[in-house]
């Protein structure tokens, strides 16, 4: 589609901003990424009134175009690098009318940019409510730029703003708001100069900000900061007068434009929730009682579609079979990759119902009470109130709750809580430590009503939030901080959550990781698959040749034989080879072979450990089947007569699951969200060290 | 005084503040000197505090509330 226009939406956040974005563009929406950052960039198009297509380009909510974190830090690039792609002809820039002392100060700054600016004063009914009295008239006037009253969530004035649009100027006719110049006049004149920059306001931005701007050259940067030093300029200063200056502008500008009467009837509703929702106690009973919804609604409402996703496949994969000619090309791509894009959809439903809920305590404000209220305890081990989620949501998965740190603005706090959040006991492993519980631990009750069982399996989960504390407690030490450490948060005036946003976002979240995490999940499982499939030369050859003489044939029944046949393919695959090489590291663990072939196969995902194990004891088993497998590997026996699976042994290897990054799926999205492959490198790294160390010594001391 | 010495429900007035890097941010939050703030709740916990300014509700630490210098 033609572009004509590009328009960049800038507000505070909570403004409502991509409510609006997403009224202006419907579902004419795509989302990626900001080059280099791991920042949602949202761009969608908006046909206009006069038959024109302008693009909507969705920046970062930012109360200041000096940033506090990385992300916003992306809005004065896009609006000031000349050679960005995205740098708009024209900007929107949203004010929430109830509150518009603190985001004028962000347009005043983007208005001093000189970039033509049309003001959008949503959340005009609230403001009414609130007894504030805008006249907007007036206020476009001293402004200087057409302002248009809206109601993104009401859908009111979103034409007229489109007008506002389509007939707005190409040149920027705002009033100054201060006098840029007089805060470091020389400083200004001189970069205006060297680096060719008119506008004396983006001049003095290049002095504060050349040391994190890419679009600079080396030398530019360099040559800013000597000027810096010959007229001794002191950012922080500058930027303290700056705001003061920015702030006068705006009182005598609101003196004459709006009136208040004094208690606003939403702000003391909103008083009124928090009482109970920031309460000593109801304030955690009801948090607590929200996380154990969210995750029991991961765990168990996800079930069903997962299910349906996973048979879906099945039966793709069976009548694909059946209709193509057999052979190792057909092989590859319904057993090979199709089952990898099986393992990659399964995560949808998990990914969509974390998402939803996300979204729905970010849109209602509840999101920053929770931090508000679990910022003490969770700084203390290195991690951010807004942790707990993602903690939580581990619980049921790592990979959508891997996505869930984005809204950790910090970004040591978001780089630790990501480290961590893998070593959360995850549904995966449950199939894994129900197998080997229910091997070793005896089913008796002690004091009546624990059942040893399941103190076990609670001993596990308990365990992994422990060591993910831990964990995290020590990468604080460890990480080095980016940027100072603020808590600084507005905590927003409780709202009902806009639906439409919250469908949007899991929707968005989950093609998200479908495709840029789905490309390495399925590559992964492509080479698992062809490592369990293949065997090096004739071996399979002679394993099918074997059982086709008759002493196997007339003694057993084709049920059987096909599972002994696949044990034994397994045994001889490339897997099995692996298997056999890496005894010797895995012996200290007290795993043999046939377990070091289960860790190769799970590698992928932790369940296959137990489907694996029904292939190598030849049955027929999977996750919902686990009796047959837990009979086989109850009654394996080592070489010398001594059991396989002992309590040492099962022990050992649920401290390994517990601890290993086996997921291929965790390890693609960690990609994903830190763009760099360091961070899963330096994840699966330690993750194996600590499983290896923590099975070791389980072994050692069990044994 | 202090706004970290405040209890929930007492106002004052900003006056300067002690940390030249916070003191940017804040009054970009418009916590400036001059403006009104009054301590709204304490967290469950005892910090973070929350304070009502120029017209909303905004979080901060304690440690971060002790740079700021009431009249």
Same mark, same amino acid.
């Given at each position: 589609m033609n572009i004509d226009l590009k328009v960049a939406l800038v507000g505070?956040?909570?403004?409502?901003k991509s409510t609006l974005f997403n009224v202006l563009t419907g579902l004419n929406q795509k989302i990626g990424n900001f080059p280099g950052v791991t920042i949602d960039k949202k761009t969608g198009i908006c046909d206009l009134p006069d038959g024109r297509h302008a693009q909507i380009i969705d920046l970062p909510g930012t109360y200041?175009?000096?940033?506090?974190s990385r992300d916003e830090s992306i809005v004065f690039s896009v609006l000031a690098?000349?050679?960005?792609? !995205?740098?708009?002809?024209l900007v929107v820039v949203i004010l929430d009318a109830s509150n518009l002392k603190r985001n004028l100060l962000l347009y005043t700054q983007v208005a001093d940019l000189k970039i033509p600016v049309i003001v959008a004063l949503n959340m005009m009914d609230l403001a009414k409510k609130s007894d504030i009295i805008i006249d907007v008239d007036a206020f476009a006037r001293k402004l200087g730029v057409p302002v248009v009253p809206i109601s993104a969530r009401k859908i009111e004035g979103i034409d007229k703003l489109k007008q506002a649009i389509t007939f707005a100027n190409k040149f920027a006719l705002q009033e100054d708001t201060?006098?840029?110049?007089? !805060?470091a006049p020389q400083l200004i004149a001189q970069i205006g100069r060297e680096i060719e920059v008119e506008n004396p306001y983006f001049a003095l931005q290049l002095a504060h900000q050349h040391e994190t !701007? &890419?679009?600079? &050259?080396p030398a530019q940067s360099n040559r800013i900061e000597e000027l810096e030093h010959e007229f001794s300029f002191h950012s922080q200063k500058a930027q303290a007068s700056e705001t003061i200056a920015r702030y006068s502008f705006i009182n005598d500008l609101l003196y004459d434009t709006v009136t208040k009467k004094e208690t606003a009837q939403d702000q003391t509703i909103s008083n009124k929730i928090d009482k109970i929702l920031t309460h000593k106690t109801f304030g955690f009973i009801i948090f607590f009682a929200i996380l154990l919804f969210i995750f029991q609604s991961i765990f168990a409402w996800s079930a069903y579609p997962m299910q349906l996703i996973a048979d879906f496949f099945v039966w793709l994969q069976g009548t694909l079979h059946r209709l193509l000619p057999s052979g190792p090309l057909t092989s590859l791509v319904v057993d090979g990759v199709l089952g990898g894009l099986s393992g990659v959809m399964v995560f949808i439903p998990q990914i969509a119902i974390l998402f939803g809920f996300i979204s729905i305590l970010e849109d209602t404000g509840y999101m920053s009470r929770v931090t508000f209220m679990m910022d003490r305890i969770m700084r203390k081990v290195? !991690?951010?109130?807004?942790?707990v989620v993602p903690l939580i949501g581990g619980f049921a998965c790592a990979v959508p709750s891997i996505m869930s740190?984005?809204?950790?603005?910090?970004w040591k706090d978001r780089m630790i809580t990501i480290m961590v959040t893998p070593l959360v006991t995850c549904s995966a492993r449950l199939p894994v430590y129900t197998l080997l519980i229910a091997l070793v631990v005896p089913d008796r009750n002690v004091w009546w009503i624990f059942n040893m069982k399941g103190l076990a399996l609670t001993g596990m989960y308990l365990f992994s939030l422990v060591s993910a504390v831990t964990v995290a407690f020590v990468m604080k030490f460890i990480l080095k901080a980016r940027?100072?450490?603020?808590?600084?948060?507005e905590l927003p005036v409780y709202r009902m959550p806009r639906w439409k946003n919250v469908g949007h976002s899991m929707y968005d979240r989950a093609k998200a990781f479908v495709l840029q995490a789905g490309k390495v999940i399925i590559a992964v499982s492509v080479i698992l698959w062809v490592l369990a499939s293949y065997g090096p030369g004739d071996r399979f050859q002679r394993i099918e040749d074997k059982y086709k003489q008759p002493r196997y044939t007339q003694h057993l029944n084709a049920v059987d034989l096909n599972h002994v046949i696949a044990s034994e393919k397994l045994e001889n695959s490339y897997a099995g080879a692996l298997g056999h090489a890496i005894e010797p590291v895995i012996r200290p663990l007290g795993f043999d072979w046939k377990i070091g072939i289960a860790l190769i196969t799970s590698f992928?995902?932790?369940?296959v450990f137990v489907g694996t194990m029904a292939t190598i004891y030849s049955v027929d088993g999977d996750a919902e089947k686990i009796e047959s497998v837990q009979q086989k590997m109850h009654t394996a026996k080592n070489?010398?007569? &001594?059991?396989?699976?002992?309590a040492a042994v099962a022990f050992s290897l649920m401290m390994f699951y517990a601890f290993a990054m086996q997921c291929a799926s965790t390890v693609a999205v960690v990609y994903r969200e830190t763009k760099n492959w360091r961070w899963p490198a330096a994840q699966f790294a330690y993750m194996t060290v600590l499983a290896y160390l923590a099975s070791f010594i389980t072994y050692h001391l069990l044994k | 005084m202090r706004l970290s010495q405040l209890e929930v429900g007492e106002t004052g007035i900003v006056k300067e503040f002690t940390d030249l890097e916070m003191s940017v941010k804040l009054m970009e939050m418009?916590? +400036?000197?001059?403006e009104e703030v009054r301590v709204s709740r304490i967290a469950p +916990?005892?910090?973070?505090i929350a304070i009502h300014v120029s017209g909303y509700q905004l979080s901060l630490r304690k440690r971060e509330a002790s740079t700021i210098i009431l009249q």
């Amino acid at each position: 589609m033609n572009i004509d226009l590009k328009v960049a939406l800038v507000g505070n956040p909570n403004t409502g901003k991509s409510t609006l974005f997403n009224v202006l563009t419907g579902l004419n929406q795509k989302i990626g990424n900001f080059p280099g950052v791991t920042i949602d960039k949202k761009t969608g198009i908006c046909d206009l009134p006069d038959g024109r297509h302008a693009q909507i380009i969705d920046l970062p909510g930012t109360y200041s175009l000096y940033p506090k974190s990385r992300d916003e830090s992306i809005v004065f690039s896009v609006l000031a690098d000349r050679s960005n792609p !995205l740098r708009p002809d024209l900007v929107v820039v949203i004010l929430d009318a109830s509150n518009l002392k603190r985001n004028l100060l962000l347009y005043t700054q983007v208005a001093d940019l000189k970039i033509p600016v049309i003001v959008a004063l949503n959340m005009m009914d609230l403001a009414k409510k609130s007894d504030i009295i805008i006249d907007v008239d007036a206020f476009a006037r001293k402004l200087g730029v057409p302002v248009v009253p809206i109601s993104a969530r009401k859908i009111e004035g979103i034409d007229k703003l489109k007008q506002a649009i389509t007939f707005a100027n190409k040149f920027a006719l705002q009033e100054d708001t201060i006098d840029v110049e007089a !805060l470091a006049p020389q400083l200004i004149a001189q970069i205006g100069r060297e680096i060719e920059v008119e506008n004396p306001y983006f001049a003095l931005q290049l002095a504060h900000q050349h040391e994190t !701007l &890419t679009f600079l &050259t080396p030398a530019q940067s360099n040559r800013i900061e000597e000027l810096e030093h010959e007229f001794s300029f002191h950012s922080q200063k500058a930027q303290a007068s700056e705001t003061i200056a920015r702030y006068s502008f705006i009182n005598d500008l609101l003196y004459d434009t709006v009136t208040k009467k004094e208690t606003a009837q939403d702000q003391t509703i909103s008083n009124k929730i928090d009482k109970i929702l920031t309460h000593k106690t109801f304030g955690f009973i009801i948090f607590f009682a929200i996380l154990l919804f969210i995750f029991q609604s991961i765990f168990a409402w996800s079930a069903y579609p997962m299910q349906l996703i996973a048979d879906f496949f099945v039966w793709l994969q069976g009548t694909l079979h059946r209709l193509l000619p057999s052979g190792p090309l057909t092989s590859l791509v319904v057993d090979g990759v199709l089952g990898g894009l099986s393992g990659v959809m399964v995560f949808i439903p998990q990914i969509a119902i974390l998402f939803g809920f996300i979204s729905i305590l970010e849109d209602t404000g509840y999101m920053s009470r929770v931090t508000f209220m679990m910022d003490r305890i969770m700084r203390k081990v290195g !991690l951010n109130g807004k942790s707990v989620v993602p903690l939580i949501g581990g619980f049921a998965c790592a990979v959508p709750s891997i996505m869930s740190t984005r809204n950790i603005e910090n970004w040591k706090d978001r780089m630790i809580t990501i480290m961590v959040t893998p070593l959360v006991t995850c549904s995966a492993r449950l199939p894994v430590y129900t197998l080997l519980i229910a091997l070793v631990v005896p089913d008796r009750n002690v004091w009546w009503i624990f059942n040893m069982k399941g103190l076990a399996l609670t001993g596990m989960y308990l365990f992994s939030l422990v060591s993910a504390v831990t964990v995290a407690f020590v990468m604080k030490f460890i990480l080095k901080a980016r940027e100072r450490g603020y808590f600084i948060m507005e905590l927003p005036v409780y709202r009902m959550p806009r639906w439409k946003n919250v469908g949007h976002s899991m929707y968005d979240r989950a093609k998200a990781f479908v495709l840029q995490a789905g490309k390495v999940i399925i590559a992964v499982s492509v080479i698992l698959w062809v490592l369990a499939s293949y065997g090096p030369g004739d071996r399979f050859q002679r394993i099918e040749d074997k059982y086709k003489q008759p002493r196997y044939t007339q003694h057993l029944n084709a049920v059987d034989l096909n599972h002994v046949i696949a044990s034994e393919k397994l045994e001889n695959s490339y897997a099995g080879a692996l298997g056999h090489a890496i005894e010797p590291v895995i012996r200290p663990l007290g795993f043999d072979w046939k377990i070091g072939i289960a860790l190769i196969t799970s590698f992928a995902a932790r369940e296959v450990f137990v489907g694996t194990m029904a292939t190598i004891y030849s049955v027929d088993g999977d996750a919902e089947k686990i009796e047959s497998v837990q009979q086989k590997m109850h009654t394996a026996k080592n070489q010398d007569g &001594t059991p396989v699976f002992t309590a040492a042994v099962a022990f050992s290897l649920m401290m390994f699951y517990a601890f290993a990054m086996q997921c291929a799926s965790t390890v693609a999205v960690v990609y994903r969200e830190t763009k760099n492959w360091r961070w899963p490198a330096a994840q699966f790294a330690y993750m194996t060290v600590l499983a290896y160390l923590a099975s070791f010594i389980t072994y050692h001391l069990l044994k | 005084m202090r706004l970290s010495q405040l209890e929930v429900g007492e106002t004052g007035i900003v006056k300067e503040f002690t940390d030249l890097e916070m003191s940017v941010k804040l009054m970009e939050m418009g916590c +400036l000197p001059g403006e009104e703030v009054r301590v709204s709740r304490i967290a469950p +916990l005892g910090d973070p505090i929350a304070i009502h300014v120029s017209g909303y509700q905004l979080s901060l630490r304690k440690r971060e509330a002790s740079t700021i210098i009431l009249q």
